[in-house]
């Protein structure tokens, strides 16, 4: 049985008459607060309207408010003191209404609004939100964040603070915590570096109105500087401490997705400069990218080479089988011109020059599909190689790629995304005869591949089921039946080698027969990374070579260029015995940075454009 309550005496109930009631504050969010004044106005001006549409119209100015500058003052300071989203509150309020939000579609702030309502903000602080940059203040020299953290970071205990040491630090806001009107922490990110700022009011001498005004019209994503001293907080936090107000050298005016991220792949190449903020392996892959277009460099200069240009735009397309750009020239009467698909005939007409030892790093432009692998604008290296051969060429290619692993990626071991399968490139790379493969898998494959084998070669595809692209010509097809039999398996580095000197137009051949040309192509994880061969130098041959071409293109085959007779003249006057070789860079950076897709490595790729 429980016991009874006893009744309140008399001097209990007076107690509590007179003790004074507390209750807690309710927040009231600025949404509450904008509708409760527009209310009133509405009802004052419009005398008898009926609650309903009194609020809808009170709705209809809250969602218009941003574009008015006073207003939305009033709604961004409300923001800022009560800690709200603008557009959560928006949202969700105006869905209770009867479907109000679908009403007002101009509920969601526009870029325009907040670009306004900083802009105000900006002028009534009295600061140039683009000032030109200066040299940090007297005394405060500007420091790396990764120095911050190495020099004194590790050497300061929990709460220590080093006033002695003054310094200027900056960059980019991705990080904003107001613990009080008087104290804002910062993380401020530049070079993937982060370091905090402390901004108390008790350390700043100056105007504090001016100082809790600034430090609140700070927004993630403001490019800021600040000066202070070193230290390091109670938890342990490596910190600058600020002694002055934080400079702003530039605003964000649009939002920036730090927490939420950027995943979908359509918003974050068509965004770029948002995809690299917000995600870490975006900016990877374009640093691996730099240092391996670095690492070649250095690899080619230290044996001799010199690196040369040659033109991109040109009245005649060579070196490779592909559709080019075509445009026009206005200062030689529209004449043609196309965007190079290689630079091959250029380089080698260099040799004849007198370069010995010549390579470019440049754009190829191919009109073609775009996939995992491809690109209309890709970067190649080729270089060319006087008085060497193949198995030159081989060995420096295996220098060159397990260098090159050691230096970027820290080991020859090179993990495929997606996957459990890992690239040595320590060991010496596999070598297969493509000719040799190609008979053990297909028998019935004729036993001279030229141009009379067309028929024979399309009766073996339409056997096995094995589709083929028009226009059917015998390079196509052989390459087709390469591409399905032998290149899959080349998981591992592989130089494959023998071709049928059909499918090399440009190569001499390894013997007196002509059937063989002194090629290789090295593939890794079923991709081509690299081809090469020795450079045909008999004119009348490759005068030859180029008639058989011309008739490919009579058949329909448009990638197949047209012969070039001035290259065949250069011939004449003598190439010295040649090795030339060309890379794909985007392929080997995406095996280094582990991505699976070349867009990654490009730092704009080409996109569908937006119609409408």
């Known amino acids: ?231 390091k907080t109670n938890t342990g936090e490596t910190s600058v401490f600020a002694t002055m107000l934080p400079e702003l050298l530039a605003p964000c005016l649009r939002p920036i997705p730090l927490r939420s991220g950027l995943v979908d792949s359509e918003k974050r190449f068509r965004n770029r400069h948002l995809d690299l903020l917000v995600n870490p392996q975006a900016k990877h892959a374009l640093q691996t990218r730099s240092r391996v277009l670095r690492h070649i460099r250095q690899f080619l200069d230290t044996r001799q080479f010199t690196e040369v240009e040659t033109p991109i735009l040109s009245p005649s397309v060579g070196g490779a089988s592909a559709r080019p750009f075509a445009t026009q020239s206005v200062a030689f009467d529209k004449t043609a011109l196309y965007m190079r698909v290689a630079p091959e005939l250029y380089l080698k007409q260099l040799v004849i020059g007198g370069f010995d030892r010549v390579y470019e790093i440049g754009k190829q432009f191919r009109n073609e599909g775009i996939d995992a692998d491809h690109n209309p604008e890709f970067t190649t290296c080729e270089f060319y190689m006087a008085y060497a051969g193949l198995e030159d060429l081989m060995q420096m290619t295996e220098d060159l790629l397990r260098e090159m692993a050691r230096d970027i990626a820290g080991s020859t071991v090179l993990s495929l995304p997606d996957s459990t399968t890992s690239i040595d490139l320590g060991p010496p790379f596999s070598r297969i005869d493509v000719t040799q493969r190609l008979r053990e898998h297909v028998p019935e494959l004729p036993a001279i591949l030229d141009e009379g084998s067309l028929p024979a070669l399309q009766k073996i595809l339409a056997k096995r089921q094995i589709p083929a692209v028009q226009p059917h010509t015998v390079p196509r097809l052989l390459d087709r039946l390469i591409g399905h039999y032998i290149e899959p398996g080349c998981v591992q580095p592989t130089f494959l080698y023998g071709h049928p000197a059909i499918m090399s137009p440009l190569a001499k051949c390894t013997s007196e027969e002509q059937s063989a040309a002194a090629r290789f192509e090295l593939f890794v994880n079923g991709k081509e990374l690299v081809n090469a061969y020795e450079e045909l130098n008999d004119p009348n041959l490759q005068r030859e070579k180029f008639r058989a071409q011309a008739v490919e293109r009579d058949q329909g085959d448009l990638e197949v260029p047209l012969p070039d007779s001035a290259f065949c003249d250069a011939l004449e006057t003598g190439l010295p015995p040649t090795a030339g070789w060309g890379m794909g860079v985007d392929r080997v950076v995406a095996l280094l940075a582990q991505v699976a897709h070349l867009r990654e490595t490009i730092a704009f790729p080409i996109m569908r454009p937006h119609h409408g």
Do not use: C
């Open 1 to 231: 049985m429980s016991r009874p309550k006893a009744k309140p005496t008399a001097t209990a109930a007076k107690k509590k008459s007179t003790t004074s009631k507390v209750t807690k504050t309710k927040k009231v969010s600025p949404y509450n607060m904008y509708i409760k004044s527009e209310l009133a106005k509405v009802k004052e001006k419009n005398p008898g309207i009926a609650h309903k549409d009194a609020f809808k119209l009170a709705a209809q100015n809250w969602a218009t408010a941003p574009q008015n500058p006073k207003v939305a003052a009033k709604i961004m300071a409300a923001r800022r003191a009560f800690g709200v989203s603008l557009l959560a509150h928006t949202r969700n309020r105006t869905q209770k209404h009867a479907g109000l939000w679908r009403q007002v579609s101009t509920a969601r702030p526009s870029s325009l609004a907040i670009k306004e309502q900083r802009e105000h903000e900006f002028k009534a602080l009295g600061i140039s939100p683009y000032p030109r940059y200066t040299e940090p203040p007297a005394g405060h020299p500007l420091v790396s964040h990764i120095t911050v953290h190495s020099r004194w970071g590790q050497a300061m205990d929990n709460g220590a603070k080093l006033t002695n040491v003054q310094l200027t630090v900056q960059g980019r806001v991705v990080s904003k915590r107001e613990a009080s009107k008087k104290l804002f922490f910062f993380d401020i990110e530049q070079d993937k570096q982060t370091v905090q700022v402390v901004m108390s009011q008790a350390r700043y001498t100056g105007d504090t109105a001016q100082f809790r005004k600034l430090n609140r019209a700070l927004m993630v994503g403001d490019i800021v500087r600040v000066s202070g001293f070193v230290g």
